[in-house]
């Protein structure tokens, strides 16, 4: 899928073709270890959640899907659903309904969509969706289970939105029937190889681009600033002076969710904290009070209304307090990435776009060591 939402041309190939060298391996990872799921296969396997469910192509009951534009907006229909996203840290899982979508303008570089729904909102941002498919499978428990799946270009799978007991089932067939692709259009998509290379330092001049980074207007004027220096969001931090970006210590955000109950009683009418998970073709924003993090099964958990995080500290590298302009105020947030450089987790205050900064909900972020 491109900015079009169309999948490119790539290998063409028979329904009734012999099961590829790939899905012969699946098939023996899946039996010998049938509770790991899809991340773990890949791995043991040495490629990508992508190429896995692409060797199922007629093999399974799955179904490559096309005009996903159009896919996203018949979401609501579906009634209640389990949206689940992934990053390098980890995933989040969110179970409620899409609401009608809305289309993101702040970035006019970007083709996306928002869903707001309760505790949750989703921004789909469609110039990194490649390949998505629909499924119908058992699970270890020999239950039956469908889901929607999207990879990005390197096969990374990035977003799964899954039917539950909740979930209106003759408006998902209906969706999958509408929007999978016919037999004699099948194709098995080409991933890249994914780069697991870290980000250099950039070679601009530091103060020329404090200044540009304290004339923004918005946190939603980021990327444009990005793209016409033509670095990421970690390079950006690391060329920030200290008074805008410092590291802090991973543990940070254990810290700041312990911190957070003071708000309730404090009488600066906060909302919390909200924070925003980043995958390669999509944001999901949890808000509220997000409760504190314990570790079980080397896992960090955190809580939300009507959803769960789970962080894997060990893919976690580096977390830095950020100060980006809004409006006439600032904006303060802990900004967490995995260790090969990707922005994972964003947390800062939840409020309106021109509201000023709580300073209350300030001081719990800048007391972070």
Not at 224 to 252: C, F, H, K, M, T
């Amino acid at each position: 899928m491109n900015a079009l939402v169309q999948l490119p041309l790539q290998e063409q190939f028979q329904q009734e073709s012999a099961p590829s060298l790939v899905y012969l391996a699946l098939s023996g990872v899946r039996q010998a270890h049938p509770h790991l799921g899809l991340q773990h296969w890949s791995r043991l396997l040495a490629t990508s959640e992508g190429e896995l469910q692409a060797s199922r192509l007629g093999q399974e009951n799955i179904h490559a899907l096309e005009d996903v534009f159009s896919l996203l907006y018949q979401l609501s229909s579906l009634e209640e659903v389990e949206v689940t996203s992934f990053n390098d840290g980890g995933q989040v899982s969110y179970l409620g309904s899409f609401s009608a979508p809305e289309l993101c303008l702040q970035d006019p570089s970007q083709l996306g969509l928002k869903f707001t729904s309760g505790s949750q909102e989703i921004s789909f941002f469609l110039e990194d969706w490649y390949w998505g498919c629909a499924l119908e499978e058992e699970d270890a428990q020999g239950e039956q289970q469908w889901s929607l799946q999207f990879f990005d270009r390197e096969g990374k799978r990035f977003l799964k939105i899954a039917a539950v007991a909740g979930t209106a089932l003759n408006a998902w067939m209906t969706l999958v029937e509408t929007f999978s692709r016919s037999q004699q259009q099948l194709v098995r998509p080409l991933f890249a190889t994914r780069t697991e290379t870290r980000t250099q330092a950039s070679t601009l001049n530091p103060d020329s681009f404090c200044q540009a980074w304290r004339q923004l207007g918005s946190p939603s004027q980021v990327n444009q600033l990005l793209n016409q220096q033509g670095i990421n969001y970690r390079q950006a931090v690391e060329l920030l002076e200290p008074r805008l970006a410092r590291s802090v210590s991973i543990d940070s955000l254990e810290s700041l969710l312990a911190a957070q109950q003071q708000l309730g009683g404090c009488g600066c009418k906060s909302r919390g904290l909200r924070l925003d998970f980043y995958t390669p073709g999509s944001v999901q924003g949890c808000r509220g009070y997000l409760r504190a993090t314990r570790l079980e099964r080397q896992e960090w958990q955190l809580a939300y209304c009507g959803g769960r995080i789970d962080l894997n500290p060990a893919q976690l590298g580096e977390a830095f307090l950020v100060r980006t302009p809004k409006g006439q105020g600032w904006m303060t947030s802990l900004d967490i990435f995995s260790d090969t450089g990707q922005l994972v987790l964003q947390v800062r205050e939840d409020s309106d776009p021109e509201a000023a900064e709580n300073l209350l909900v300030r001081n719990l972020f800048t007391r972070l060591q």
